[in-house]
């Protein structure tokens, strides 16, 4: 809103944002800091319920499908029974930490690795992570499953479908 020179308080935001998430329109997800094991009281993350409020709001012309495509794996998330949090180990950020009954696991979603610089990217939040939970990457990709030192990258779609255990 400011960039677009509009002023608007954070109380007003921050109710807005609560009222959206009490309609279920928008999931909020809180930030939870690995190394020290607490979740952080700021800079959540939202995620939509329909996609095409997002088409809606922002034009197809913005269409990103990298947050879409994070978007849809946080709902799919949901839908399978996890708690699900934005990690914070150091500076870094790990797209999503869940916890279900079978312990955690750490995802990061990229539309594409196969650019060096984006694999690099993707894997070291989660090289950075000292435990010994699954860590996963979901791309687009078209490619066969890999692994990096234990953390398995692959295909979305067969993730989403559940092709992949």
């Known amino acids: 809103m400011t960039s677009n020179g509009r002023k608007i308080d954070t109380k007003t935001v921050e109710k807005y944002l609560e009222s959206l998430s009490e309609s279920y329109i928008i999931y909020q997800a809180k930030r939870y800091d690995i190394k ?29 499908a990298g947050h879409i495509l994070e978007n849809i794996v946080y709902l799919e998330l949901l839908r399978r029974g996890y708690d699900v949090y934005v990690g914070k180990i150091g500076p870094l950020e790990v797209d999503f930490v869940t916890r279900n009954r079978k312990g955690i696991t750490y995802f990061q979603v990229a539309l594409s690795v196969r650019d060096e610089k984006t694999l690099e990217r993707e894997l070291r ?41």
């Open 36 to 64: 020290g094991k607490q979740y952080l009281k700021t800079l959540e993350k939202y995620y939509v319920v329909d996609i095409g409020l997002r088409f809606m709001l922002l034009g197809s012309g913005q269409a990103d």
């Open 125 to 165: 939040p989660l090289q950075a992570i000292r435990d010994h939970y699954p860590k996963v990457i979901l791309t687009m990709d078209d490619d066969p499953e890999v692994q990096y030192d234990g953390i398995r990258r692959i295909n979305a779609r067969d993730w989403l479908l559940g092709l992949t255990d």
